[in-house]
Nanobody, 111 residues
Framework: QVQLVESGGGLVQPGGSLRLSCAAS????????VGWYRQVPGKQREWVAV???????NYADSVKGRFTITRDNAKNTVYLQMNSLVPDDTAVYYC?????WGQGNLVTVSS
């Protein structure tokens, strides 16, 4: 099973930006789609964005135009660039590849 390690979360003011990273172990990374999800305590985990092995992307309506997902297959890493952040973006963010999940990374948007 692939191991996923996330980094890059933290506290940011409304309107600010953060970039999350998801580094994967194993050789299957470049052959698979990778997604980002987020979860607020007490609510269901929701899908945020996905990037296919070919680089095609798709986004939830709530983040479209503000978030960008990219991948660097040479580094086995997927990124989520988050711009124009709003308080409703506050959540624990998880990356996903197949049955594997990252450990979760807290993003807090607050003044």
């Amino acid at each position: 099973q692939v191991q996923l390690v996330e980094s890059g979360g933290g506290l940011v003011q409304p309107g600010g930006s953060l970039r999350l990273s998801c580094a994967a172990s194993g050789s299957i990374f470049s052959d698979r789609a990778v997604g980002w999800y987020r979860q607020v305590p007490g609510k269901q985990r929701e899908w945020v964005a996905v990037i296919t092995r070919g680089g095609a992307t798709n986004y939830a309506d709530s983040v479209k135009g503000r978030f960008t997902i990219t991948r660097d297959n040479a580094k086995n890493t997927v990124y989520l660039q988050m711009n124009s952040l709003v308080p409703d973006d506050t959540a624990v963010y998880y990356c996903n590849l197949g049955l594997s999940w990252g450990q979760g990374n807290l993003v807090t948007v607050s003044s």
